[in-house]
T-cell receptor, first 114, second 113 residues
Framework: AQSVTQLGSHVSVSEGALVLLRCNYS??????LFWYVQYPNQGLQLLLK??????LVKGINGFEAEFKKSETSFHLTKPSAHMSDAAEYFC????????????FGKGTLLTVNP | EAQVTQNPRYLITVTGKKLTVTCSQN?????MSWYRQDPGLGLRQIYY???????DKGDVPEGYKVSRKEKRNFPLILESPSPNQTSLYFC????????????FGPGTRLTVL
């Protein structure tokens, strides 16, 4: 069974600082990996996804993530945090097969301090 | 506008009173799915559907039913809700292709008293 571990349920950064949200996955086959963002009282919005093309994936709002097979990681980064980045972030994996289910991590709440 | 809609957005009900949460998408997606979100647990899949009249259980199907009579609609039915079904529910849809983005609805916050 595949699983996703997000290290740190709550990350706090200052405005302008680097954002690093960690995600490790376990999967017996090469996975499809996603980062979603959830703003308060809203649904989930796709930030970026890895589907076995380039290992460095660029997404919306200046976010990017690097797929590292040797470390089974897919960490999300942004060079400079903005107040509007405050939200909950979910890493998810899909292994394919007959169900296109997304297996989610437990989420990381990002707080951006002025 | 391409979107997934859910109704109602908020619902407070009592134990045992049957309810239905509707989900509709306008993107002609074959795949639709229901997830529930609980604090500290992330999102877990309840049921999914690969196409009309094709549904199957996800990870936490107990206490829920679904139907897929039309491609665009995928209602979630709670025949006899219980307090442990108090949660935030999301419907999602996508085309059937590996690695495709799933589009999520705005969520339905359900409280069962």
């Amino acid at each position: 069974a595949q699983s996703v571990t997000q290290l740190g349920s709550h990350v706090s950064v200052s405005e302008g600082a680097l954002v690093l949200l960690r995600c490790n996955y376990s999967s017996s086959v090469p996975p499809y990996l996603f980062w979603y963002v959830q703003y308060p009282n809203q649904g989930l919005q796709l930030l970026l996804k890895y589907t076995s093309a380039a290992t460095l994936v660029k997404g919306i709002n200046g976010f990017e993530a690097e797929f590292k097979k040797s470390e089974t990681s897919f960490h999300l980064t942004k060079p400079s945090a903005h107040m509007s980045d405050a939200a909950e972030y979910f890493c998810a994996v899909s292994r394919g097969g007959s169900n296109y289910k997304l297996t989610f991590g437990k989420g990381t709440l990002l707080t951006v301090n002025p | 506008e391409a979107q997934v809609t859910q109704n109602p957005r908020y619902l407070i009900t009592v134990t045992g009173k049957k309810l239905t949460v509707t989900c509709s998408q306008n993107m002609n997606h074959e795949y639709m799915s229901w997830y529930r979100q609980d604090p500290g647990l992330g999102l877990r899949q309840i049921y999914y559907s690969m196409n009309v009249e094709v549904t199957d259980k996800g990870d936490v199907p107990e206490g829920y039913k679904v139907s897929r009579k039309e491609k665009r609609n995928f209602p979630l039915i709670l025949e006899s809700p219980s307090p442990n079904q108090t949660s935030l529910y999301f419907c999602a849809s996508s085309f059937i292709q590996q690695g495709n983005e799933q589009f999520f609805g705005p969520g339905t916050r359900l409280t069962v008293l």
